[in-house]
């Protein structure tokens, strides 16, 4: 065995570990006395106000409109206690059990993206009128979605399941599409919920392993992967399957699409590229490592990030390779695109900007300051990169920024 194999053979081997230790904690739901819970919420961003999740499974509130940049927090997700250790108790909604820690409550980590929805209601006037608002939504690991005002986070406007209830633990993603809501579950349940929080379809859609993969919606289909190495496309109105697609290992990585075909990467190593209308691959493209990041979509052009140390740009139309760039480090958090740049951050806390035109340095490294790390998906919001830090930090970097240490603003958002 070579040595370039040795290393790949380790740094798979390390990551199942890795997978593995976090699948203990998610178990469980449970997070000792003193500990942050895992997490690697992305960051939102609505009228000048960007909204996160913080290693204490809460909502956080960044205001850039204000010289301040002042900060809200709501209060944070919790998992009851139903009796002493630590493990599956309590009572159960009719979607799934109750999670619970000996002791109190835990802290619960919140793995998604907060999702954003607007002109819903979020409270009654003083003459009975409904105030509409927008709306602020997270899972959480503890089975779980909560809904908060997003002008006052401390407003709880609704929860999904109602009456102590909890589903199966979340690490998918929201998506909000038509003023409809759609996550999976550890169930392997993809649930529709109005911006009300009610259930529109008769019954969540039953896939065959693990939701991970963050539902996305186009052309009026829910298109996800599962640990059951599928890919799943649903009918957004009823919930009922249209096709499925078969990949060579689990799907963590959530799709993209464009002109009709939705883009995916599976723990076989491999990006596929699917017709939505027929589920038919239209081609597919082997990488150097497993793909847990989701893909990007620039002048077509699909950028897919491995766990190896490398990005390919492949042509959508033939997943012809055009470009491959060497990132020095594994890739789980999402890529941005920041005008011909894509950018890249990898587990070994280094932060990219890649040339995608034919002029100029392929690649520079925007910062290194990050040694814990880099998990959560990457956001370009007026020509400034955000991120969430392992540490209770949003960072903010400029885009075409050449010094390689420069941090443009650090907001902490610990309580």
Known sequence: MNLKNKKNLVAKASLLLAICMVGILL?????????????????????????????????????????????????????????????????????????????????????????????????????????LGSIIIVAGYNGKVEAYQANNLKNKVWEYPTG????APIVSGISVSNNTIYFGSNAGLMYCLDT???????????????????????????????????????????????WEFLTGATVVSTAITNNGIAYIGSLDSTLYAINETSG??????????????????????????????????LDAATGSKVQEYSVEGRVASWPAVAGNEIIVATENGKLWALNTTNSGENKRIVTSKFPDGINSPLTVLDNMIYLNGLDNNIYRFEVGSGNPNNIDMKYPIQK
Request: with cysteine; net charge positive; hydrophobic share 35%.
């Open 27 to 131: 178990l469980t739901g449970c997070v000792s006395k003193g500990m942050s819970p895992i997490g690697w919420s992305g960051i939102s961003t609505n009228n000048g106000v960007i909204y996160t999740a913080s290693k204490e499974g809460r909502v956080v509130s960044v205001n850039l409109n204000l010289d301040n940049s002042s900060k809200a927090w709501g209060d944070p997700l919790s998992v009851p206690n139903t009796g002493g250790g630590c493990g599956l108790g309590g009572s159960s909604s009719s979607s799934g059990s109750s999670l619970g820690c000996g002791g109190g409550v835990a802290a619960v980590a919140i793995y998604g993206t907060p999702a954003i929805a607007n002109n819903i209601q979020v409270g009654i006037d003083e003459k009975g009128s409904p105030v």
């Open 280 to 313: 038919h691959q239209v081609w597919n493209f082997k990488a150097d490592n497993w793909l847990w990041a989701k893909a990007v979509y620039l002048n077509g052009v699909v950028y897919t990030a491995s766990m190896g140390d490398k990005v390919f740009g």
């Open 164 to 167: 102590g209830g909890y589903i």
């Open 196 to 242: 009300l929080g009610k259930e529109k379809w008769s019954t969540p859609f039953q896939a065959g392993g693990q939701i991970w993969s963050t539902p996305i919606i186009d052309n009026n289909l829910v298109i996800f992967g599962a640990f059951d190495k599928k890919v799943y496309a649903l009918d957004a109105e009823s919930g009922v399957k249209k």
